[in-house]
């Protein structure tokens, strides 16, 4: 036999970690995360201040907002933060539970780990324990009809319900029913082939009042005024051209000399400039537009003319409200101004410039194409409006997600609860080994109402054994009564959720923790932040043998 010589494929400064080291590590640092947030989670959850390289400080309690902010390095920990933002696109509530549930997935994995069950065993385990506890939630979920008198009722309290784990917790009875409102406004009228989605309710942020002052307009908002004093401040039976390209004489790029020789020649160029901004004008006189909405600018020569002939004007309208105005008013978003006709343009009952709280807004009502409505997000200061502003796009996702898929659960645990006392008994059904991975799942389900207990002052223990004792007796509902401090009914609390939101919880956590378990070798480049460096509490690299 000829010696063996060893074959070096990897670059120097690649490090590699395998086998059990890698696996704990990755667990490890899956856990780090989700213990980060568990403190957020519920109710009585608590908020994080984060603070950027730039300085820049966020206050939330919102999972995906708190873990986005969060500079992390560790691979594994990107994943778990990867859950909680597919969470928080596709149904924007429950990030905090995504991020929680990955974590004590993979630390009761670590269990079984320990107990020389293999990851596959572990990893088909858990792919059972998931089909089954989404068909928990198929068989407890309670369908919501939209035609039934209460139905209004029950979109505000899953709006409440998200609410009350926030910051606005305490104006929650206002903010639910203005959240839904705004939902029920965009969805009415649906354009065929659309979905109903919450981009239709924009929000105007404003700071300088209490939050309970926040509220829903009919119509869409600008924040922007009308760019000239001599310009109309009302339009009734709006006629609106919308304008991608700036009214202004286009610059070159690069710089040209002109060399003027006779005053004639200076006053023929002042005039051949001032024409073509004539010539705007009265391509726009002639299309019969009483507003214009520009995405640029607008010249002072322009302004003066369009003020002489009573059209409004705003400039620098963002992108995406450029985009609404097209959607809602149909008018055409015209480039070049030389093409405007007629037919571009977008029709408005009313537009009109409005005060606001000290600021000067834009008001667009009445108009033809889906109705927009817009919320205008008060609080006293930056950091309140924000979290405000987050809060609101919970609600409003939630209220989303039951006009879509009608189907509600209960929460404070009592759907937690009854997905593990399930799966316990779905476990003893199990030959081989998958069982305790079934089992293992259970327990980390009922780590959440663990979790909300904790965080709430309650005995943990206490609460599970008697949450466990209400599901073993068939008490599908109760749940974690957190101002009573005890189990009860949360069908009576109303703490009502979305089943959409639990089912991409369970998913999500499921995939990403068996992703995660599935992976035996880890080989990063060293230097850059992702390596393996960053790694929280592992013993690592080299692998201190146990
Ligand atoms: N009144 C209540 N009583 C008991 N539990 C409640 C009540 N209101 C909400 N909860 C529970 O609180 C949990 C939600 O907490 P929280 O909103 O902090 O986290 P999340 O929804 O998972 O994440 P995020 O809102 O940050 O995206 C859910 O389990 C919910 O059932
Ligand atoms: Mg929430």
Redesign the pocket.
């Known amino acids: 036999m000829s010696q063996q010589v060893p074959v070096i494929v990897l670059r120097e400064d690649t490090e590699r970690t395998r086998g059990r080291d890698a696996q704990r590590n990755n667990i490890m640092a899956a856990i780090v995360i989700s213990e980060a947030v568990k403190s957020a989670l519920g109710p009585k959850g608590m908020d994080k201040m984060l603070v950027d390289g730039f300085g820049d400080v966020t206050v939330s309690n919102d999972g995906a907002t708190i873990l986005k902010e969060m500079d992390v390095a560790h691979p594994a920990a990107k994943m778990v933060i990867e859950v909680a933002k597919t969470v928080d696109a596709e149904v924007g509530?429950?990030t905090?539970t995504a991020a929680i549930l990955t974590g004590d997935l993979l630390k009761q994995a670590e269990v079984l780990l320990d107990k020389k069950i293999h990851p596959t065993t572990i990893i088909s385990g858990y792919r059972k324990a998931a089909v089954k506890a989404l068909a928990v939630i198929d068989d407890v979920a309670e369908d919501v009809d939209p035609a039934a008198a209460d139905y209004k009722k029950i979109l505000i309290d899953v709006a409440k319900t998200?609410m009350s784990?926030k910051f606005v917790s305490g104006y929650r009875d206002t903010l639910s029913k203005t959240v839904v409102d705004a939902v029920l406004a965009v969805a009415k009228d649906i354009p065929e082939g659309e979905e109903l989605n919450i981009e239709n309710v924009p929000r105007q942020k404003q700071i300088g009042m209490t939050v309970d002052k926040t509220e829903l307009v009919k119509g869409l908002v600008l924040d922007k005024e009308v760019v000239h004093a001599g310009m109309p401040k009302k339009i009734v039976g709006a006629k609106i051209a919308l304008l991608e390209s700036a009214l202004e004489v286009t610059k070159t790029e690069f710089d040209a000399k002109i060399s003027i020789t006779d005053p004639s020649a200076m006053t023929s160029f002042l005039e051949e400039e001032e024409r073509m901004l004539k010539d705007m004008v009265s391509k726009i006189v002639e299309s019969g537009a009483n507003v214009v909405i520009a995405q640029k600018g607008i010249d002072d020569v322009i302004q003066h003319y369009l003020a002489k002939e009573g059209i409004m004007a705003v400039r620098r309208i963002k992108k995406s409200d450029v985009e609404r105005v097209h959607k809602t008013t149909g008018a055409a978003i015209v480039s070049k101004i030389k093409n405007l006709t007629a037919a571009d343009l977008g029709k408005a009952k009313i537009i009109e410039q409005r005060e606001v709280a000290d600021d000067k807004m834009l008001f667009i009502e009445g108009t033809p194409k889906s109705s927009v409505v817009t919320l205008l997000v008060r609080g006293g200061t930056d950091h309140i409006v924000d979290e405000v502003d987050r809060a609101l796009n919970?609600a409003l996702y939630v209220v989303r997600d039951i006009v879509v898929h009608p189907q509600i659960t209960y929460g404070g645990g009592a759907l937690a609860g009854e997905i593990s006392n399930q799966l316990r008994n779905y476990a003893s059904t199990l030959v081989g080994r998958e069982q305790y991975a079934v089992n293992a799942f259970a327990d980390a389900i009922e780590s959440l109402p663990n979790t909300l207990a904790e965080n709430a002052g309650l005995d943990p223990i206490d609460v599970i054994v008697s949450l466990r004792k209400a599901h073993t007796e068939g008490k599908v509902n109760h749940g974690i009564n957190i101002t009573k401090g005890k189990v009860d009914d949360m069908k009576k609390a109303r703490v009502v959720e979305a089943a959409v939101v639990n089912r991409q919880i369970i998913m999500s956590a499921a995939e990403a923790a068996q992703m995660i378990l599935k992976i035996d070798d880890v080989i990063s480049s060293k230097g850059g932040p992702g390596g393996m460096g960053g790694m929280p509490g592992g013993g690592m690299p080299g692998g201190d043998d146990e």
């Open positions: 509530d429950g905090t998200s784990s919970d």
